[in-house]
């Protein structure tokens, strides 16, 4: 490194480090780090080469980077490791009798050579603590109470590296997702990732009994009479065909559309943590977890026999799974689906979720641009850089769910806009023309039809699911299903009449026509099953974009199968023909590839937008005026005001994986009164609210979320308590960790980081299809 170069080059290194601090700092700590490096910039005698290593008199000190040595001296240290070099670095700045506040870093403990700004950190320290004597103190049981808030933020960086290295341990990224319509799985191995994290491979599904194969097979399970299972998918489907006609459904359980169940189960409030009854398609109660246990069982064993079949040496230890949710799913279920797949023996360290929006769009942001099929692929490549806003459509089978995220300046993805969408997926075109059966023969003669000749049923909505897929949009031919000959013969039997008569007499005189085992659909007919749908996610999306953060969004992707759908692929192009609208190759496997991906790299996606405001319940010393007399009471001779809703995130707030809040809690046991409470467990509670700054957790809008119980070690509290609760944005969840300050213990528990409106927002719309319902 000379002096030459390093001058030569400095504006050019400046405009580099600005952008590498933008990338590695918080936000909060940006300003104090741009203002040191100016700083640095003007003492001639510390220098850096291109790699950032940094020379101070004229000694390379080896393995530093000046942009670690920044955030070290700016952005407290916390658990961190220090980096390489900062003890000279610090010599160093001491040596040029730096501004202290260019140097705030108050946890230099490690750094005995800067009195002045130890002493400064054991002043605050001991006002801090006279503080908190004073005038905070947690209470047990019913209340908590505290003060201060100190934001202590982990650099992205380290929280990727972080994770990073505790997925890079095992060899196998396996995913599975769980549809209405479909269930399939995808993986990859971490160096097929490393060198091309598209390149996911995913079994393809056919029939035993011989038929198109396809790359999910449905979301339907056969178990016996002991509930052990006996078929999966197609196979599932078939065999209880003929277990219908054989009438023997009795000794079966034959289950679909479980997923939607479990949310059901949700909007019904009933408590599915540990578990519930679903019932089967006879209405048949059964353990839900076993169901959902034996789905991951049977998708778990089916990867691992093709591991062995193929002499790959990967075994069950190997793999890391994600399950994809849909982003509407609340704790409860996310806490379900990781029990499920704990006793179907995937321990919990080897699982994570991932919301399936949230994974189709890692997937689609990665895909190189031949990969699309667009009009005008120079635009579209334009889509993915960094700042672009892009919508995310994810049509499936039950659900339409819709995503907006935007293209950091490092590549990764923000999630910009709350997941919002609803129940009007690809299989509400076949309820449409279920109801237009039931329209013509009437429903008991459809259910009788089901009952009894399964096989023909099936074969007929198959034959229909199979006509939707190749509708061509604008085709002016009739469309041609089946009708079997023995639904026209209970027909007969039940209603006495033909059903060329029934047509005749209906409103679809002239739309529909039979001839021996065919329905002959009008196009104009067969295109209105479409409508609703298609209505109704034209209408979502464009009040996405209504909103002032989505407004200059450009891009529209649309994923999921029913995407593949021209007629819905059109309505969304015509609505908005202003945005590019495009579809990638393979849409319908992007939700399963993305979750691939996300488990090789969680941080992807790195940050979310809080839908509703985080907070912690505290007492704060109570001020005569300022607090409602309700909410005085008196706790060691104090006064204090209880309920104060404390917000540690805000809605509409952007926060990254890793954020964390802290909120000092502290507690006293002094006076005689208070002595009863020291063996109480301390309780930290967390709530949420639809609003941005609620003054009280009482308020309107707000909702307990999540409580940390803390039991005092040894039996009992000492008279004073010192601590603190941190709040961390962890993926799809939250963490809430309460540390005692004395002893270092930390109590953690993990809740819900809600993705989109739930509950509890007023004119949301709830998803209550269910696709089994229906059948
Ligand atoms: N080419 C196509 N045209 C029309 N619809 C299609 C096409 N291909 C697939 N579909 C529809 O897409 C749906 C299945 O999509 P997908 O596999 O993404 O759903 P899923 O994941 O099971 O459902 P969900 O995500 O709602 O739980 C089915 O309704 C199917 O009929
Ligand atoms: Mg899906």
Redesign the pocket.
Known sequence: MTNTIFLMTRNRYMMIYNRLINITIPSRYKDKACRLLLYLQKQPSIKWDEQGEVCIDGKVISNTHIVDLIRDSTVPIGRRKLTAGIHQFYQFLKSTNIPLCLFGNVEKKYDSSLPLIKKRKQKKKIRRKKKQMNTVKIVTMNTSNGIKRQKKTETNLETQKKMMSKVKTRLVVAAI????????YAFSFRHQFEANPIDVSSPMWSPESGGDSFY?TP?AMLLDSNKSLVAFGHDAEDRYSIICEENEQNAWYYLKGF??KLYRAVLEEKDIRKDFEMTDINGKAISAKLVIKLAIQYLRKHLLDQFEERNIGVDANDIDWVITV?AIWNDACKQFMRDAAEEAGIHGDMFSIVF?PEAASVYARLLPVEKFIGENKSTILKTFDPGTKFIVV????????ISTQEVAPNGELKIIHKVCGG?W???M??EKYRIVLTKLVGGPVLKQFKKEQGADYNEMMRDF?RK????KLNSQETVNTRFPVSLKDIIADSVDSSIESIINDSTFKGKISTKRDKMFIKPDLFLTFFNESCNLTVEEIRSVLNHPRCEDVSAIMM??????????QDAVKKAFSELDVFVPVDG?LS?LKGAVIYGHNPNIVASRVCNYTYGVSLSVPFKTGAHPESKRYTWDNEEWCRHVFHVCFKADQDVKVGDIEQIELNDTFVTSASQCRRTHPLRAEIYISDKPDPKFVTDEGCQKHAVIHVKPSGGQWPEQVFGWVELKVARTEMIGTYVNATTKERTSTKFEFLPSGYKFTKGEKKRLFDPAASE
């Open positions: 997702d769980f549809g209405s319509h479909g269930s399939g999910k979301s997923k939607m849909p399936e994810d049509a499936g089978g039950g659900t339409v769910d129940s997926g690809g299989e075109v076949n699911e939707k897929k190749t509708y994923v999921g199968g029913f995407s593949e759908s021209e007629v819905l319908g939700v």
